[in-house]
């Protein structure tokens, strides 16, 4: 009995001792990336040196080698590229859309505009037709016997109530990636869409979007939304002929690659912490946020621990994901190999929500697993950490969760400018902040180490 009460009257201490040995390494963390971090400075030659990364693009397969030869210099133990067959999807030409009549009397008015991904183009010459504008799929369904022959211009707005645009945006995707076959089951023969943001300036949002073979397979670009108010206006009182220009195509499937890291495990070597972003991005921009902000976080994680000297209990892996864009076939490619290899992966962290100052991480943990990580808040506070709150993982690792019900995370930097960007040809490196992008990798990395050392 007296050497029981001798244990709970140490355990207070023991864990005081551990809080403030994980505190001072995650200071360690910080300062090291914070002074001498190099995030920033790969960034910039990911945006500058290769530019848009569109899977199956030359400019692609160029950022894989960059990106196995980076993470071999950052100190990595093993890097090997992991094959996977991604889509090829190619622009083909510069979109055009132009108000070409207004109540069949002839106009010229260009309109910014770009092709969705993965749409195909239409004749050389476009296709010219009359807009029918609506609001969303409910006003579609009762003007469908007005649909045939025209082009469809969805003017389905974000919802400004939001406090969190992710929900705007999920809310709002469906008309791109939905919304041609919806009108050309009743025959229309081109759509345009709203861009998906809330932006102020004019740069139209590009974005996956998926055909239903059932139909016909019609042109599709999105509006920059100072036109797409102006059309908007226009159609609902006039009558406004539209010539659409883009020229998609959707080649065979090539080969790609996930790039692979990684750091041993000295305790746990057979069990195995994932972290990641995706090389792709689309090839209207730089892809500085989405997803570069992730490559470099991914990257930086894996430079401090061993800057730092530090051996990981369990093995730590470095993805760069091959095609999350317009496919995600490197996230399911590197689910289906951990399945059919049978490892043992405890959790998976990843970061493509941009490079903004981060507030928190979404987690799919249970209940016990979730109050074991927001025990850790305390030690993460400093660094910006606000909350550690179930929700779910990043596109990437989810097949880890759906096929090895593996726990993730996704980190949660501030929301409200990133859609701005996201798709637009402002993604680029000059709107990253320096700072706020360190302080992803130091969150990141910190949460990293705390599950290594104490598990979930």
Known sequence: MKKLLGILACTPLYIYAQQSADSTMIKKIADEILVHGTAYDLLHQLTKQIGGRLAGSPQFAKAVQWGKKTMQEAGADTVWLQQCMVPHWVRGGTDKVSIVAVNKQKQNKSLDATALGNSLGGPISGVTAEVLAVKDFAELEQKKDQVKGKIVYYDYAFNPTYIVPM???????????????????????????????????????TGSMAYNDSFPKIPAAALGLKDADYLYQLASKR??????????????DTIGHNVIAELKGSEFPNEYITIGGHLDSWDVNEGA??????????????????ALGYQPK???????????????????????????????HIFALESDNGGFTPRGFSLALNSTQLQKVQGWLPLLKPYGCESLDYGGGGADVGPLYSLLHTPVGELKPDNQRYFDLHHARNDVFENVNKR??????????????LIDQHGL
């Open 314 to 344: 369990h093995t730590i892996r470095f993805v760069l994901f091959a095609n999350e864009e317009n496919g995600l076939r490197g996230g399911k490619k590197y689910g289906e190999e951990a399945k059919a290899r049978n490892e043992n």
């Open 436 to 449: 706020e992008l360190l302080l992803g990798a130091v969150n990141m990395t910190a949460l990293i180490y």
């Open 167 to 205: 929900q705007a945006y999920a809310e709002s995707g469906v008309y791109r990636h939905s919304g041609p076959s919806r009108a050309a089951q009743y025959g229309a023969v081109a759509v345009l869409i709203r861009s998906l943001t809330e932006s102020t300036d004019n740069n139209p949002h």
């Open 289 to 306: 946020h989405d997803d570069g902000a992730g490559v470099v976080h991914t990257i930086e994680i894996l430079r401090t621990l061993k």
């Open 239 to 252: 009558t406004v002929t539209v010539n659409i220009q883009t020229h998609g195509k959707q080649l065979p």
